[in-house]
T-cell receptor
Framework: NAGVTQTPKFQVLKTGQSMTLQCAQD?????MSWYRQDPGMGLRLIHYSVGAGITDQGEVPNGYNVSRSTTEDFPLRLLSAAPSQTSVYFC?????FGGGTEAFFGQGTRLTVV | QQQVKQSPQSLIVQKGGISIINCAYENTAFDYFPWYQQFPGKGPALLIAIRPDVSEKKEGRFTISFNKSAKQFSLHIMDSQPGDSATYFCAASMRSNYGQNFVFGPGTRLSVLP
């Protein structure tokens, strides 16, 4: 049972380069999201999706694009990397139950932009 | 109004002691308050959660105390163990038709000394 799988685990980019962070889940959850984690700031929501073909912006969406063509995959694209995007990125997949929602996080992608 | 405040930023406790982490929120529309535990190099994992219609929830050594009128909630770790050393995030969320987006506190790094 893989849960949420993120690739790559580490990446170094030069300013201006683009790349895609991959996220896949095998729990058949409709709801997926991307967060970035920076020291002293917790996790901040970048984009989220409530199902295939439906995405929306979170708190810090600038510089990032997402798409959701299947239930399983939710890639995050950096259009033109900037040093301010140096962070640890987490993908999450979640399901709603009667009392709330449980989110399952991947192991993260540590991105450095030089 | 979307912010969740968390304190302390770091906490050092002796083995067997009680660890207490406090959080506060402003938005009264939040209706679900989970705590996530994160070990180095790993993604956050749900530890325990509470809804505002109860004042306390206990699971093993972990207890959430919730004060709705004060808009505060706290995590108590009884008989703290070195294996509890991790970063703890409180969070708050609101239900929507599809799921919930979480607002996370900045995190508390707990170190339990042997």
């Amino acid at each position: 049972n893989a849960g949420v799988t993120q690739t790559p685990k580490f990446q170094v980019l030069k300013t201006g380069q683009s790349m895609t962070l991959q996220c896949a889940q095998d729990m058949n959850h409709e709801y997926m999201s991307w967060y970035r984690q920076d020291p002293g700031m917790g996790l901040r929501l970048i984009h989220y999706s409530v199902g295939a073909g439906i995405t929306d912006q979170g708190e810090v969406p600038n510089g990032y694009n997402v798409s959701r063509s299947t239930t399983e995959d939710f890639p995050l694209r950096l259009l033109s990397a900037a040093p301010s995007q140096t962070s640890v990125y987490f993908c999450a997949s979640s399901y709603r139950f009667g009392g709330g929602t449980e989110a399952f996080f991947g192991q993260g992608t540590r991105l450095t932009v030089v | 109004q979307q912010q969740v405040k968390q304190s302390p930023q770091s906490l050092i406790v002796q083995k067997g002691g009680i660890s207490i982490i406090n959080c506060a929120y402003e938005n009264t529309a939040f209706d679900y308050f989970p705590w996530y535990q994160q070990f180095p190099g790993k993604g956050p994992a749900l530890l325990i959660a509470i809804r505002p219609d109860v004042s306390e929830k206990k699971e093993g050594r972990f207890t959430i105390s919730f004060n709705k009128s004060a808009k505060q909630f706290s995590l108590h770790i009884m008989d703290s163990q070195p294996g509890d050393s991790a970063t703890y995030f409180c969070a708050a969320s609101m239900r929507s038709n599809y799921g919930q987006n979480f607002v996370f506190g900045p995190g508390t790094r707990l170190s339990v000394l042997p």
